[in-house]
Every structure is written in C-alpha cells, then in structure tokens.
C-alpha cells in the first residue's frame, strides 16, 4: 500500500463535548472526528480522507467510561477503549460475549488505542463488535449542538464506511441492553489469521422462555455492503427449542436469505463466505445451547 504525504489541516482539542459539537457544526461535512485515531490516520495516509480540520475528543474526559445502571444498560463512552472493555470486570460479569470478541481485534496495542465507539463509526461490514451489538440490540447516542438523538445501531449504517450522522454530529457513547438471567449471546468469525480482518461473523442473541426461544437476533457481518439481520432464520427460532434439526434448518435459511450476498475480494470468495454463513450461524447457535445448558447446571 503506497502512502502519501499528509495535506494541511487544522488540528483541535476541544475539553468539552459542546465545544467539539461547535467546531464539527463550523466545519461540516470538511471535519474529521478523532478518538483512538487508529483508522482515520490509516484513511489520511491513503488518501481516502482529506479532512480540513481534525478533532480530537482525546482531552474530553467526560467521555472515558463505561458504566452500567444497575446491571440494566451498559453505557461505553466515545474514548472507552476496547481493551477497557476486555478488563472491566463489570462486562465480564454481566456482558462476556463483548469480552470474547473484543479479544478477536488484532493484538493488545491495537486494542489499547481503539476505542469501541470509533470501531463502530468506522462503518466497515466486517466490524467484530458491530455484529454482536446489532445482535445485542445496541443503540448509539448521538449528539449535536442543538439535540441528542438515539439511533439503532443497525441502522446506523448505510453503506461500507457510511453512517447516518449528519453534519455538526458526533456519538457520545454506546448502550448495550442488559443480558439478564434469561439472555444468551454467542460470536463466532472467520479469520485467515488473528490480525487479519474478519472474512464471514455471526452473532446471536437468544431469550430463553421456558425452554423455548422467546426473541431471537441474528447478524451476519462482512456479506453485504452493512452488516445484516436474517430475520427468516430468526422467525423460524423464535417459540421453538433449540434442537439440532431445528438449528440445521435456521442455519440453511440464514445462508439463503436474500440480505446475504457476499463478494469476492482478496481475503475470501463469495461461494465460500455464503457456506460459511450456515456453519457460523449452527456454530453459535450450538453455543448458545451450551451455555444455556451450563446455567442450569448451575
């Protein structure tokens, strides 16, 4: 990959969150927002972006937490980095698939400077902790100079590296619904190596009701130009139990659903994604029924 020089640009520390909103308002759609900086300076070098100004939330404290209200939602600031979130113990309690998958990213230096909330802007298909969010009904909070707004997180996304926000926005944080006593998650992916980005994810999301599925969420990442729901699959699931032929069958509907249509680029073939997708989805589904089973066991 050939990297140029940078061009000139105007370089901000705004100390409060209003202050960044009024900056990224005065520069538009020209400002670039930058929190752990990971792939904005990789965008700069390459070209793809050519921001007139660059703000930086590093000095915006305010934003560095990760807290929970009571064990309900999980709220992760705009500077939580993924590695916070790996060693917290409150998400290794209560949220442990986001700790399973954050430990998919890269190497610990990658994780030190990434931030959870920047990984989710970043807009890429392939986004590890965007596909178990979506399947964990995340919602991202976003704000302007005016007003707040919530969006959820899978709608956030229209396209590769394409979000929703407008000009002047910017997210303050991440929730995460609470898992509770009743609630499964599971993340599985396919990687060359571990650095490598993802080639196919699955993430899903089971309520138990009474030994049945009571709502089921299932997203695919890297497929499609956003990462998807089948939700074919998941209404199959949804009032069933968690048998083997019935999570066969879900992982067929999954692979043949229409918003899976995978391309062919240097990491993988659209052929091989598409299989991938039946056995990722039976993979995690199987591991949701595991640890269903270990928490009665309990």
Same mark, same amino acid.
């Given at each position: 990959m050939f990297f140029r020089a940078l061009r000139h640009f105007e370089f901000f520390e705004p100390k409060t969150v209003a202050e960044a909103n009024e900056l990224l308002l005065s520069y538009g759609h020209q400002a670039s927002v930058m929190a752990g900086g990971l792939s904005l300076i990789q965008t700069m070098k390459t070209g793809e972006k050519k921001p007139e100004a660059v703000i930086s939330l590093q000095k915006i404290d305010s934003l560095k937490f990760i807290d929970s209200d009571n064990d309900q939602d999980l709220k992760i600031g705009a500077l939580a980095t993924i590695r916070s979130i790996?060693?917290?113990?409150?998400?290794?309690k209560h949220w442990a698939v986001l700790v399973q998958t954050a430990?998919?990213?890269?190497?610990?230096? /990658? *994780?030190? &400077?990434?931030?959870?909330?920047? +990984? =989710?802007?970043?807009?890429?298909? %392939?986004?590890?902790?965007?596909?178990?969010?979506?399947?964990m009904g995340a919602k991202m909070r976003v704000t302007s100079s005016g007003a707040e707004r919530e969006v959820p997180l899978e709608n956030f996304c229209v396209g590769p590296h394409q979000?929703? =926000?407008?000009?002047g926005e910017m997210v303050r944080e991440v929730r995460v619904p609470s898992l509770g006593d009743h609630s499964f998650a599971s993340y599985v992916n396919l990687?060359?190596?571990?650095?490598?980005?993802?080639?196919?994810?699955?993430?899903?999301? /089971?309520?138990?009701?009474?030994?049945?599925?009571?709502?089921?969420?299932?997203?695919?990442?890297?497929?499609?130009?956003?990462?998807v729901r089948v939700r074919k699959?998941?209404?199959?699931?949804?009032?069933?139990? =968690?048998?083997?032929?019935?999570?066969?069958?879900?992982? *067929?509907? %999954?692979?043949?659903?229409?918003?899976?249509?995978?391309?062919?680029?240097?990491?993988?073939?659209?052929?091989?994604?598409?299989? &991938?997708?039946? /056995? =990722?989805?039976?993979?995690?589904?199987?591991?949701? /029924?595991?640890? &269903? +089973?270990?928490?009665?066991?309990?």
């Open positions: 790996e060693k917290s113990r409150e998400v290794q430990r998919c990213i890269g190497s610990v230096e /990658v *994780r030190r &400077m990434g931030t959870v909330v920047g +990984n =989710l802007c970043d807009g890429t298909p %392939a986004s590890d902790l965007a596909t178990i969010l979506i399947a979000t929703v =926000l407008e000009e990687a060359r190596t571990k650095p490598d980005i993802t080639k196919v994810s699955v993430g899903v999301l /089971v309520k138990n009701q009474n030994g049945a599925c009571g709502d089921v969420r299932i997203a695919v990442g890297a497929v499609a130009p956003v990462i699959a998941e209404e199959l699931l949804r009032g069933e139990k =968690l048998k083997a032929s019935t999570i066969e069958e879900a992982a *067929r509907l %999954a692979q043949e659903d229409v918003v899976v249509r995978p391309i062919t680029d240097i990491r993988s073939n659209a052929g091989y994604r598409k299989e &991938m997708v039946r /056995v =990722l989805v039976e993979r995690a589904l199987t591991d949701v /029924v595991d640890k &269903m +089973n270990g928490a009665h066991a309990h």
